[in-house]
Antibody, heavy 120, light 111 residues
Framework: EVQLLESGGGLRQPGGSLRLSCAASGFTFSTYPMSWVRQAPGKGLEWVSGISYSGESTYYADSVTGRFTISRDNFNNTLSLQMDSLRAEDTAVYYC?????????????WGQGTLVTVSS | QSALTQPASVSGSPGQSITISCTGTSSDVGRYNYVSWYQQHPGKAPKLMIYDVSNRPSGVSNRFSGSKSGNTASLTISGLQAEDEADYYCSSHTGSNTLELFGGGTRLTVL
């Protein structure tokens, strides 16, 4: 059974930093592209970032480019999102999501999410 | 890139069918057969219901079906049941650095 367990959320002031992690199990993590998707309170889903199975290719939404960095550790089956220069509009539940092995086409599995709150 | 366009809400009675539309552009929905649909109940993570326009993952009821015409994709739920009441989101691959676009979401109410 695929399991994706996010952690690292919390309260930060604007301009601060936070690092999210997603522990993956139940599948061969190193062979799947992965992604982060967020959902602001009461709002819709927003794709944030994606990373290839090897970690060589990374992609970002315009809203986070230059501030967020996605990475992965295929030895420890962990996906990460380093979030710097946080803004109030980054407040959201952040989901770790697994693409199919075939590519960046849809999200097969989702974690339960971790809440990030940016407020002074 | 703007979010895909979905109606804010739809409703139907048990047993009826409803259709949710998802309108994009020739750069996303119209260009790729990589439209997917997600169901989200309050306080829960999204769940994949349809992928590649019209394919159902294992375990998803055949009451859920998807289609696409031009720049608009659609999700149809037939034989509405109370447990179908949820938010539904469409998504499309874009081929740009912004890999995916979501729709704004549609709240389905089962009357």
């Amino acid at each position: 059974e695929v399991q994706l367990l996010e952690s690292g959320g919390g309260l930060r002031q604007p301009g601060g930093s936070l690092r999210l992690s997603c522990a993956a199990s139940g599948f061969t993590f190193s062979t799947y592209p992965m992604s982060w998707v967020r959902q602001a309170p009461g709002k819709g889903l927003e794709w944030v970032s994606g990373i290839s199975y090897s970690g060589e290719s990374t992609y970002y939404a315009d809203s986070v480019t230059g501030r967020f960095t996605i990475s992965r550790d295929n030895f420890n089956n962990t996906l990460s999102l380093q979030m710097d220069s946080l803004r109030a509009e980054d407040t959201a539940v952040y989901y770790c999501a697994k693409y199919p092995r075939s590519g960046w086409y849809y999200f097969e599995d989702w974690g339960q999410g971790t809440l990030v709150t940016v407020s002074s | 890139q703007s979010a895909l366009t979905q109606p804010a809400s739809v409703s139907g009675s048990p047993g009826q069918s409803i259709t949710i539309s998802c309108t994009g552009t020739s750069s996303d929905v119209g260009r790729y057969n990589y439209v997917s649909w997600y169901q989200q109940h309050p306080g829960k993570a999204p769940k994949l219901m349809i992928y590649d326009v019209s394919n159902r993952p294992s375990g998803v009821s055949n009451r859920f079906s998807g289609s696409k015409s031009g720049n608009t994709a659609s999700l149809t739920i037939s034989g509405l049941q109370a447990e179908d009441e949820a938010d539904y989101y469409c998504s499309s691959h874009t081929g740009s650095n912004t890999l995916e676009l979501f729709g704004g979401g549609t709240r389905l109410t089962v009357l």
